[in-house]
């Protein structure tokens, strides 16, 4: 998965903007192809927004002109719809309240995460529908990894995929990593649940 973070005049935003489709035009050069996950930190000039947009690269256009420029297209996914909404009224100057994450709940949970096709000792720092906080042991993962988080046990046990949102280096014993969960069918239903566990154990809101 690719991961870039752009700035872009209101305009821009509202001209790239396609609500009806939830297609978001981004008028910057990118190496990505079509049919390519993409991860894009976006913000608006003159506003204090910024949100992170998941979806899929739908078109390249590398030679542009002034009405059509080079960039790329995103089909967002349906998590990320909410959020391009908010950015356009950010856009427009319209009045907005916007969270852009879930209530995290405090757990310290150990997880079973593949990085690279290698095993990585991971303990939850917090855990929310959107995904979770982790420590992390070893050599950190790069921003726009996609990792694999084994929910359950047995050989059919579901793999929920999750992409890295940031990375902290911190101490020895503090190294932490951010993680997206961008599974959905039966890896997206066992995540959701064992966060719904974590909350009725009573861990605390943050």
């Known amino acids: 998965m690719h991961s870039v ?3 872009l005049e209101p305009p821009q935003f509202l001209a790239g903007w396609r609500p009806e489709t939830g297609a978001l035009f981004l008028p910057a050069l990118s190496d990505s192809r079509v049919g390519e996950e993409v991860a894009v930190r976006v913000g608006i000039y003159g506003q204090a927004i910024r949100a992170t947009l998941f979806g899929k690269v739908s078109l390249v256009r590398r030679v542009g002109r002034p009405a059509l420029p080079p960039g790329i297209e995103l ?22 309240n916007f969270r852009e994450r879930s209530p995290r709940f405090t757990a310290a949970r150990p997880l079973r995460v593949t ?19 982790v420590r992390w042991t070893g050599q950190l993962p790069l921003v726009g990894d996609v990792v694999l988080i084994r929910l359950g046990d047995g050989i059919f046990a579901p793999s929920a995929r999750a992409v890295v949102c940031w990375n902290q280096p911190g101490g020895p014993t503090e190294r932490s990593v951010g993680l997206r969960v961008i599974s959905e069918g039966r890896a997206g239903k066992a995540w959701r649940t064992l966060v719904t566990d974590v909350a009725r154990s009573g861990a605390r809101a943050a």
Do not use: K
């Open 5 to 7: 973070s752009v700035n």
């Open 75 to 96: 089909s967002l996914d349906r998590a990320s719809l909410p959020a391009a909404g908010f950015l356009a009224l950010a856009a427009r100057g319209e009045p907005f």
């Open 115 to 133: 990085h690279a096709d290698a095993p990585v000792e991971a303990t939850t720092i917090n855990v929310s529908e959107g995904g979770c906080a």
